[in-house]
């Protein structure tokens, strides 16, 4: 878990050599960790301007892997819960299946807690802080780190304090996309990653730890459908970042309805929701805000790069837009965008719903 914490650390200065002390790795394992922190940080290489490909973790040759314990076969499952729309479909999904889940979180801000709350599972609250001597450092560097990656290692040695086997994450099929050249924000949340650490876990830390996304196979448009039905949670769900700022003061309790993420989630929701009803949500009509457009037109593709954020595939918000209803027609972002010729096939919702 110390080398995927690291990468919050290595970030500031980006050092030349890498040592590890008390122990080797593998040539296997320093691969992993390499593309841990090159892909994982491959948006902040991008935003900073700086080339870490000479990264190399330090590795011997023909070491054996040594017998490992072992998680018994019954399957204790945890949701990590992050305060939006996609945990709590799971959430719900498996509080109605024969398994009783536990819910647990790094961190506990206000959406997360009033989901829990919600929810009536028991839960397990795991805190994470960052070195206060970071703040100290002049001219460091700073910016993105795979922070599901991270949460990822963080859940293991959870598992085995806490005894589960089985961790529910919500990435869905949209998490694969990048957002220009091989730079993707949410590789960690990707199906690469998520294959390569399961592979990594089984063969140098434990057996029977299971990692899975459970909504993968869904498109953000199908999980936008499931959560505007679970309107228990309409109340209290935020995916805003702003409300889970690491400097508490700084947090907000909801939407701040002028980011990419609140912009990303008000569309996919307009879809299968009422105005009024997402309106009072946000305490806007981000639709019908001018100051808007621009991130709804990098969102569609029609400039600029998709955002840096945990936001959907550029087809999805097409699909989106060309299934508003027609209460929604005549706001300004909307006339704006269906303005444009999209260079795509119109897919009915149904269509869109389970093919994207």
């Not at 011997?60 to 499952?77: A, H, M, Q, R, V």
């Not at 949460?151 to 957002?179: H, K, P, R, T």
């Not at 935020?238 to 008000?266: G, H, M, P, Q």
Request: aromatic share 12%; with cysteine; hydrophobic share 40%.
């Amino acid at each position: 878990m110390h080398i995927a914490l690291g990468v919050s650390y290595y970030k500031t200065y980006l050092p030349k050599n890498i040592v590890i002390k008390n122990y080797e790795l593998s040539k296997k394992q320093a691969q992993f960790w390499e593309m841990f922190y090159k892909k994982g940080l491959g948006e902040f290489c991008y935003r900073n301007k700086v080339d870490i490909s000479y990264l190399k973790f330090p590795y011997k040759e023909g070491l054996d892997n040594k017998d490992l314990p072992s998680f018994d076969n019954e399957k204790k499952i945890v949701i990590p819960v992050g305060g939006g729309k996609d945990s709590t479909v799971v959430l719900e999904a498996i509080k109605a299946s024969k398994y009783k889940p536990r819910a647990i979180s790094v961190g506990f801000p206000r959406p997360i807690k009033d989901t829990i709350d919600k929810s009536g599972l028991d839960n397990i609250v795991i805190e994470r802080k960052i070195s206060e001597n970071i703040k100290d450092l002049k001219d460091a560097l700073n910016g993105h780190v795979p922070i599901s990656g991270i949460i990822a290692f963080i859940l293991l040695c959870a598992g085995q304090i806490y005894d589960f086997n089985y961790v529910l994450m919500a990435n869905e099929a949209s998490a694969n996309q990048g957002n220009t050249g091989d730079v993707n924000h949410q590789w960690s949340k990707s199906f690469e990653f998520e294959e390569a650490y399961n592979e990594y876990v089984s063969e140098n830390i434990i057996k029977g730890f299971n990692y899975i996304s459970f909504l993968r196979p869904l498109s953000e448009l199908h999980i936008a459908k499931l959560f505007s039905t679970l309107t228990n949670y309409h109340d209290v769900f935020t995916s805003c970042n702003k409300a889970f700022k690491l400097d508490k003061e700084k947090r907000i309790d909801y939407w701040c309805a002028s980011c990419d993420k609140c912009r990303f989630v008000f569309l996919i929701l307009a879809v299968f929701m009422k105005k009024q009803d997402l309106v009072k949500i946000f305490k806007k009509n981000m639709l019908n805000d001018m100051d808007n457009l621009k991130g709804y037109e990098e969102l569609t593709g029609l400039s600029g790069i998709k955002p840096f954020e945990c936001v959907g595939e550029i087809g999805e918000c097409v699909v989106a837009f060309n299934n508003l209803s027609n209460e929604w027609q005549e706001d300004f972002v909307v006339k704006n965008i269906l303005i444009r010729n999209f260079a795509f096939v119109k897919l009915s919702l149904n269509e869109s719903v389970t093919q994207l």
